[in-house]
């Protein structure tokens, strides 16, 4: 992370500040998890799910990795997501899912971009964007099998079915996709994988009823993918798992199922001292030092992205061993004792990454949180750079 670049004012080098914190992001881990992803469906065309900047890895050059490594299909929430892509230069197959009223519609149709519909007025929406932008929009049809989120309930989806296929018959979309999103299949065995399964297919058959013909039936997620080979379908749409974090850690760590954590996330201490027992540490003083000690601070905290439930809890590596929060994680900074050990202003704590070097990982961060990896990596904030790693 330290060095120079070229000379760029003709007095010689341009020293390059070293970051106050970084998450590094190995691209060629995230080819090879789509590889090993793709291998477990490969009857299944493979969407590359993106939303939220790829899970806080940077949405763009994890787009074009994925796309290098075979997926056929970009997936995001937001319009605004699918529309970035396009800015990039990213063509292809690009879906969105997450509406309201008065979106982007016309943008997105205009781009080229699947649109999801899961009710009425976004199918009326979608139609008066493709009438403004003068072509056919694409569209998929949601059906809520069972999340209680987005989509059509069963009860409207024969309404909504027959009306997509008049609006396609008038050559104003095409339904290019019907899908769902299963509740509990990071719960192996949960009761409603197959109630889910069962209704998906009911609509799939109903959408088939009303005339439509879509190209991709979907609603394997990744712990669909990697546990319910009678989900994957037309398309599978791994999201954390691309980014190799495993969303069934009870069942098995990422490496059983082939995987590779994408983000290693580090920063350098600012400050390194000797302190008196009694001593006490950040706001509140809910930890006071038992004894004579030193103290390294780590200047990143919760607007980092940092959970403040890591408090007293979270795992950080700094001289080769794992140290523990001490006291509460402030807004930009948190402090490690390391009792009798070590370091120097400027060494490198890491946080969380694979665990090659013995550093913790983010799956070890949500059990000291309480919380699940995804939340981890999605919630680095943008104070922190990502530093693409291209690993060829």
């Known amino acids: 992370m330290n060095g120079t670049n070229g000379t760029t004012n003709g007095t010689g080098p341009t020293r390059v500040p070293p970051p106050r914190a970084w998450a590094a ?8 998890n789509v590889a090993a992803l793709r291998a477990k469906a490969p009857g299944a065309a493979f969407m590359a799910v993106l939303k939220a900047d790829a899970y806080g890895h940077g949405m763009v050059p994890c787009a074009r990795a994925a796309l290098e490594a075979g997926a056929q299909w970009l997936g995001v929430a937001t319009p605004e997501e699918a529309l970035a892509l396009r800015a990039a230069g990213l063509g292809g197959r690009v879906l969105c899912w ?3 009223p008065g979106g982007p519609w016309r943008e997105c149709v205009a781009a080229d971009i699947d649109v999801t519909v899961s009710a009425r007025w976004a199918l009326e929406e979608a139609v008066a964007a493709a009438r403004a932008a003068g072509r056919t929009a694409r569209v998929q049809l949601k059906i ?23 609006a396609e018959r008038d050559g104003l979309i095409k339904v290019t996709g019907v899908w769902a999103h299963f509740s509990c ?11 889910e399964l069962g209704i998906f297919r009911e609509a799939v058959d109903r959408a088939a009823d009303a005339g439509l013909e879509p190209e991709v039936r979907h609603i394997a997620n990744s712990p669909g993918t990697l546990t319910l080979p009678e989900s994957h379908f037309d398309l599978v749409r791994p999201g954390v798992a691309m980014y190799g974090i495993s969303p069934v850690p009870q069942v098995g760590a990422p490496a059983d199922f082939g995987l590779r954590p994408v983000m290693t996330l580090s920063a350098r201490l600012a400050s390194v001292k000797r302190v008196p027992g009694g001593h006490g540490v950040s706001y509140g003083h809910q930890y006071v030092t038992p004894g004579e000690t030193t103290l390294a601070l780590v ?23 794992w140290r523990t929060i001490a006291g509460r ?9 390391l009792g009798g050990d070590t370091a120097e202003p400027g060494d490198e704590a890491v946080l969380f990454g694979p665990g090659d070097r013995g550093e913790p990982t983010a799956e070890d961060w949500a059990r000291a949180c309480g919380t699940i990896a995804y939340e981890i990596v999605t919630r680095v904030g943008s104070r922190v750079p990502r530093i693409h790693l291209d690993g060829r």
């Open 329 to 337: 994680v402030a807004m930009d900074q948190f402090v490690l004792d």
């Open 299 to 321: 200047p990143v905290g919760y607007a980092d992205g940092v959970p403040r439930h890591a408090s007293s809890a979270g795992p950080v590596l700094v001289a080769g061993k």
């Open 25 to 32: 992001i190995d691209l060629a881990a995230l080819r090879a």
């Open 144 to 166: 809520d099998a069972g999340l209680g989120r987005n989509g059509a309930q069963p009860a409207d989806w024969p309404d909504l079915t027959r009306a997509a296929r008049a």
């Open 98 to 100: 997450l509406w309201t």
């Open 185 to 195: 299949a990071d719960e192996p065995g949960h009761p409603s994988i197959d109630r």
